[in-house]
Every structure is written in C-alpha cells, then in structure tokens.
C-alpha cells in the first residue's frame, strides 16, 4: 500500500532545540540543585514527556521544576531554536504533492506554535497531536492514533518519523513503519537499537523512501 500519510515528532527531528532543551534543563536542575548535574546527565532523559522527566530528580518538586523549567525555555526559544537542514524543502515538497502531514509530539500546544511558526512549516501540517490532545504519551500509540484518525488514515498507509526511541516504539505499537533520523543527539547508533524501518541521514532522503525522488 502507498505511503500517503507522514507524521513528524518535533524536537530534534524537524527544528533544532537540543540546545534549548539542555540550556533549559541545566539552568532549572542548577537553580534547584546546585552542581549536582550536567550536560550528559541530561541526554538520556531527552524526547521523554517533561512531567515524567522531572519526576526522576525529585518527586516533590515537579511542580516547581517544571514552571522553572518552562519560563527558561519560552524566554529563550527563538534564540536558541534552529532548522535542520532539508526540513523546510521536504515538508514544503510533501505537501505540495498531496501527503497528509502531522505532529505527534510530547510537547506543550503553545510551544510546538512557537516553534513551527519561527522556521515558517506552521502552514504544511493537517494536524497537530500534543500532550495536551491525549491522556497517553509516547511510546504509547495512543497520540499517532489520534493523529491518524484525525487524518482520515490508516496505520497502513503511515510512516512516523522520530529522533527518539520513544518515536520509533510509539509508530511501531500503532502499526506504523517508522523512520530514524541520523542527526538525533543521542547518536545514530543508538537509535538503530529500535529497529526503524528507515534511517533517514538528512530529511530529504524522505523523498527516496517515499518514491517522490
């Protein structure tokens, strides 16, 4: 069956907020716990919903973190947030061909906003599935299966691309294939752990995959 329906994690796959993220994430854990944390203490948490995440420093404090957490990121998004080279040109390219395109994301509504308008695919994606959409994160596949009920679409007819295990473990529980994409932080190796099928080394390999190039 022909692939007509994308759907796209956000962070770390379509726009660059890997250095938001850290920068985020060491100014809240310094703020409350003072040189107890690092660059690489961070990594591994990367791509997890920020809740949950913040649940592993300090269980009493979530609350807190997260607020802390969250005036950091959006005082300093447009800033620190980048594209990654060949998104703008595929995206612009599936769209104009007729795919169904979609978010699937862990994020917040109004910061998956910011960031798809401050790189301009604000005007590509059909639908957007956030955290705020679904009682269950990914790796659960309730969010692409919202997305794809949204979209009028099968799993079958899906490919959802990630950066992140969660990512790659989401599209495979929903019966999606799925793409990895090389560039993500944690290194292509690791991603491969997961058993994508697809590892996509810049975004316009889509194409190929695709049959569109």
Do not use: C
């Not at 796209?8 to 726009?15: A, K, M, Q, R, Y």
């Not at 660059?16 to 003072?34: Q, R, V």
């Not at 420093?57 to 997260?66: G, H, Q």
């Not at 294939?177 to 190796?189: C, E, F, K, M, P």
């Amino acid at each position: 069956m022909k692939r007509n329906t994308i759907l796209f994690d956000l962070d770390g796959t379509l726009i660059n907020t890997n250095e938001l993220i850290i920068a985020s994430f060491l100014y809240t854990l310094d703020k409350h716990f003072p040189e107890q944390y690092n660059r690489e203490s961070i990594l591994p948490f990367m791509g997890m919903p920020l809740v949950e995440t913040m649940e592993q420093f300090d269980k009493e404090k979530v609350s807190e973190l997260v607020q802390t957490y969250r005036e950091h990121n959006i005082s300093h998004h447009d800033e620190l947030v980048t594209e990654f080279e060949g998104v703008f040109e595929t995206v612009e390219e599936l769209y104009k061909k007729g795919y169904k395109l979609g978010i699937v994301t862990t994020k917040m509504r109004n910061t998956v906003e910011m960031g798809l308008r401050l790189v301009g695919l604000d005007k590509f994606f059909q639908t957007v599935v956030t955290l705020d959409d679904v009682k269950n994160a990914k790796p659960d596949p309730e969010p692409v299966q919202k997305a794809l009920a949204l979209l009028g679409s099968t799993p079958e007819e899906a490919i959802m691309v990630g950066d992140s295990k969660y990512d790659i473990l989401a599209g495979q529980n929903a019966g999606t294939q799925t793409a990895g994409v090389a560039w993500t932080i944690r290194g292509n190796d690791y991603l491969q752990q997961f058993n994508p099928d697809f590892m996509l080394n810049e975004m316009t390999d889509l194409l190929d995959v695709l049959g569109e190039r």
